[in-house]
């Protein structure tokens, strides 16, 4: 279902990723799109325009002050039937102010996760690539269900790489 799948890794210096004792903390890969407002356009999720983001291949991710950054998992996901996927934020980066937000991962999806770091300091945060970003938390359905996301042929399936906002 996890690929790479990692038992958990707890280094010194750096922020923990694999398995914990109720999820997967995934890790951040060094792939980043960071939000730039240089042409002040309008943000518009119905025509949303890619020259709102910088592309950084890098370490270390410097988020603007009151900004956001789009990343990735380094993990690809493939999420069974009866299976609905929840993340939350590491509480490392949580405690400096810096938000992750993913939508519920849903039974029959799959691909890389598309992350958002929103720093909402004042001051510029740094993110961290292919160390822990958030936990994701495995919610076992009774039964498969009626209609997967891959049924639907959903806008996201498959994805892999930072994905930007689709229609």
Known sequence: MIEPFVEAQRR????S???SSYGYDARVAPEFKIFTNV???VVDPKEFDP?????????VC???????ALARTVEYFRIPRNVLVICLGKSTYARCGIIVNVTP?????EGHVTLEFSNTTPLPAKIYANEGACQFLFLKGNE???TSYADRAGKY???KGVTLPKL
């Open 157 to 159: 399936m498959g994805q």
């Open 17 to 19: 990723y694999g398995l």
């Open 62 to 68: 410097i988020i603007p002050p009151n900004s956001f």
């Open 51 to 59: 020259k709102n983001f910088v592309d950084r291949e890098t370490d």
């Open 105 to 109: 991962l849903e039974p029959g999806w």
């Open 12 to 15: 010194d210096g750096c922020i």
């Open 39 to 41: 042409d002040s356009s």
């Open 144 to 146: 498969p269900c009626e």
